[in-house]
């Protein structure tokens, strides 16, 4: 007998689990050209009661994995700042011997900043091999753009040496035959764009922020392409004037050589926001594949409620949205609900703000509803 998911009943049943690190190049490699996933078939309560309780296993199992790698969803958000990236990377055709404009996407947590910017960066990577071969032409493999993550308080060195594990470089040796080993593998593999996640851990929290835009500095005048960096208030420490007070923030090297771009939280303050809200809540209702879904259980249903939890973060809607699945569909519910909502447990900074958005939503402060609802404007035209 067949399963939902197209294993036979007892062969074994590896499931679409894709453990990879995109700070590698072959898992790099993995997430720019990895297959899209199949969408599992939509069955109804009768046909799951009709499964083997092995095909059944096989069908939930797709199912989850399914709700828990939706995205990236192209939002207003993601789209906008898709498009800022590409005016400053493509237009960073400068020869070698003048330093590339930089790129900093620097946003609050749970905004899905990094995706946002990883998605980029495929969509970059395969252009670039469309147009200019997957080879260079001394016979190396083209790697357009190269993704590193930091962690707490990186040096120069261990940056460095991040660098050249993506590559599959040698990692010993100091900092500067690290760079020079990095500098060899960039020119070599022709890569133009290099994101740099979690920057904010660069040099670490206690170090001042004219030695933290010195290494980015470092970085600009070492690599020549167009660096991205990605993190969470950077801004705020200072780096973008190195130290310089905001009179004198024109004199700093970095601040001038690098645009600052952000990814905002969802909001329902006018009916611009709701719209785009309802939008989104619509997009990720279709992907779910629950038995008991119907039309408007998330943007109608449960719109205000999932505002509230996710404070418009897409990071936390999306977990809340997950986890949901995985107990609709292991406790046989098959659809969500508010009182199956209620038993989710969230990320710590999305619970603490609950309260206070659900209090402004049930006085009638705030809310996730259009004024107009485009679906009567329609029948009404």
């Given at each position: ?6 294993a036979?009943?007892?062969e ?5 689990d894709?453990?990879?690190s995109?700070?590698r190049l ?8 990895g297959?899209?996933?199949s ?6 309560r009768a ?7 092995r095909a ?20 207003p ?12 990377v493509e237009?960073?055709?400068?020869d ?9 996407v620097?946003a609050?947590?749970?905004l899905?900043k990094s995706?946002?910017?990883r998605a980029?960066g495929?969509?970059?990577f ?10 260079t ?5 083209r790697v ?6 930091l962690?707490g308080n ?6 460095n040496?991040?660098i050249?594990r ?7 040796g100091?900092?500067?035959?690290l ?9 070599s593999?022709?890569?133009v ?5 979690d920057?904010h ?14 290494q980015?500095?470092?970085l ?5 392409v167009?660096?991205?960096?990605v993190?969470?208030?950077v ?10 007070s ?5 004199l700093?090297?970095?601040g001038r050589?690098?645009t ?6 969802f909001?329902?303050?006018?009916d ?12 990720i ?5 629950l038995?008991?879904?119907?039309p408007g259980m998330?943007a ?5 409620y ?6 418009g ?10 986890r ?13 609900d508010?009182e199956?909502m209620?038993?989710?447990k969230n990320?710590a900074a999305?619970?603490?703000a ?11 402060l ?16």
């Amino acid at each position: 007998m067949s399963t939902a998911g197209g294993a036979a009943d007892g062969e074994p049943f590896e499931g679409d689990d894709r453990q990879y690190s995109p700070t590698r190049l072959p898992g790099w490699l993995q997430e720019v050209y990895g297959p899209d996933r199949s969408r599992p078939e939509q069955l109804s309560r009768a046909q799951l009661a009709d499964l083997s309780p092995r095909a059944l296993s096989v069908h939930n199992d797709n199912r989850e994995v399914w709700h828990a790698n939706i995205g990236p969803i192209d939002t207003p958000q993601l789209l906008a700042l898709h498009a800022d990236l590409r005016e400053i990377v493509e237009s960073n055709r400068q020869d070698g011997n003048k330093t590339k404009p930089a790129a900093l996407v620097d946003a609050h947590p749970g905004l899905g900043k990094s995706t946002a910017v990883r998605a980029y960066g495929c969509d970059l990577f395969k252009r670039q091999v469309n147009l200019r071969g997957d080879t260079t032409p001394d016979g190396a493999r083209r790697v357009p753009v190269i993704y590193i993550a930091l962690s707490g308080n990186t040096q120069i060195r261990g940056l460095n040496a991040a660098i050249c594990r993506f590559y599959g470089l040698p990692v010993k040796g100091d900092a500067d035959t690290l760079a020079e080993r990095a500098v060899d593998a960039v020119l070599s593999m022709k890569t133009v764009a290099m994101v740099i996640d979690d920057i904010h851990f660069l040099a670490g929290s206690t170090s001042n922020s004219v030695r933290m835009a010195n290494q980015l500095k470092y970085l600009s005048n070492v690599f020549p392409v167009t660096l991205i960096y990605v993190g969470v208030g950077v801004q705020e420490r200072g780096i973008l004037h190195e130290g310089f007070s905001p009179r004198e923030s024109p004199l700093a090297q970095f601040g001038r050589r690098t645009t600052a771009l952000t990814l905002l939280p969802f909001q329902v303050d006018d009916d611009e926001g709701r719209l785009q809200w309802r939008q989104l809540l619509k997009t990720i209702e279709q992907k779910l594949v629950l038995a008991e879904k119907y039309p408007g259980m998330l943007a109608e249903d449960l719109s205000d409620y999932l505002f509230a939890r996710s404070t418009g973060h897409f990071a936390s809607l999306m977990s809340l949205i997950n986890r949901g699945c995985l107990r609709a569909i292991r406790g046989g519910n098959e659809r969500l609900d508010e009182e199956l909502m209620n038993q989710v447990k969230n990320d710590a900074a999305a619970e603490e703000a609950r309260k206070e958005l659900e209090a402004e939503i049930k006085a009638g402060l705030k809310t996730t509803r259009p004024a107009q609802d485009p679906r009567r404007r329609r029948k009404s035209a």
